[in-house]
């Protein structure tokens, strides 16, 4: 931006070209910039609203529970200064779903995925679900959640997106 005949780096929120020595231009609706940048980039808001639910699955065999989400790829280059980063949790109730909880340090992390196993007597240690029991068996019951989560130098960690979901494992009489 020109202030007099010198050429200054735009402000946060604003773009231009050092080179060009025009006056800065704000960013679009939904974008944000740092100082001095040469363009806009869209907002971590505006990319956590436009984010699909994670897909969910469960499966039981040979005596294992495995707990799946499929994740939705986040562009983190966008942000060079934040982590972003899922962290997933198996909780008795919505209320105690933790990002933090030992239950969430036994995931499996891959590039688009999640996954938990454990043994039916692990759902009574740190992936606690409720018991249920009904005429033809037995069902697992409570909360899954996922978490996106943002860290950085300049930011503690922080929730930036949730996504809740009331699951229930049957087990038959056998």
Known sequence: QMIGTTCTPCPAGKFGD???MKPCIDCPAGEMSGTGSAKCTRSLDSVVASLRSPGFGVTYASGIISFK??????????????????????????????????????????????ELKLSYMELD????????????????????GL?????????DRTVVKSWQKAIQVDFDHE
């Open 147 to 155: 978490f996106l989560v943002a860290e950085g130098p300049l930011h």
């Open 69 to 114: 989400l499929a994740l939705t790829s986040v562009p983190s280059v966008v942000y060079p200064e934040l982590a972003l980063f899922y962290r997933a949790d198996i909780a008795l109730d919505a209320s105690t779903l933790d990002i933090d909880s030992k239950c969430s340090t036994l995931w499996t992390y891959k590039s688009l995925s999640a």
């Open 18 to 20: 050092l080179d060009v």
């Open 125 to 144: 240690g740190d992936c606690r679900l409720k018991i249920v029991p009904d005429s033809s068996g037995l069902s697992r019951s409570g909360y899954l």
